[in-house]
């Protein structure tokens, strides 16, 4: 049973930091990604994983503000969120997908977790 729990959320002020992490269990699939979804808005992907051998990719809105990484040992991917703004206010997800698809949609992901709450105030 594939597991994926996040944690780190909060609020910050803008230009502030988060560092996100998720743990994961159950899953040793390539595809791993962070989404966020804002109020009245679509689902959208932000950071990727999307090989075993670790290569990522950003969305343009967070390339050079968000970077993304793993530790295999203790199961859990980060988001570290730099220079955060207003903008980024949103609910993060961690997903996790089995390698098939465009890894930067939501439909290459079959496992989420439930959340974390990131609000940047101005």
């Known amino acids: 049973q594939v597991q994926l729990v996040e944690s780190g959320g909060g609020s910050v002020q803008a230009g502030g930091s988060l560092r996100l992490s998720c743990v994961v269990s159950g899953y040793t699939g390539p595809y791993m990604g962070w989404f966020r979804q804002a109020p009245g808005k679509e689902r959208e992907g932000v950071a990727f994983f999307y090989s075993r051998a670790g290569n990522t990719d950003y969305a343009d809105s967070v390339k050079g503000r968000f970077t993304i990484s793993r530790d295999t040992a203790k199961r859990t991917i980060y988001l570290q969120m730099n220079s955060l703004k207003p903008e980024d206010t949103a609910v993060y997800y961690c997903?996790?997908?089995?390698?098939?698809?465009?890894?930067?949609?939501?439909?290459?992901?079959?496992?989420w977790g439930q959340g974390t709450q990131v609000t940047v105030s101005s």
């Open positions: 997903a996790a997908g089995l390698g098939f698809g465009d890894y930067r949609r939501v439909g290459a992901y079959a496992y």
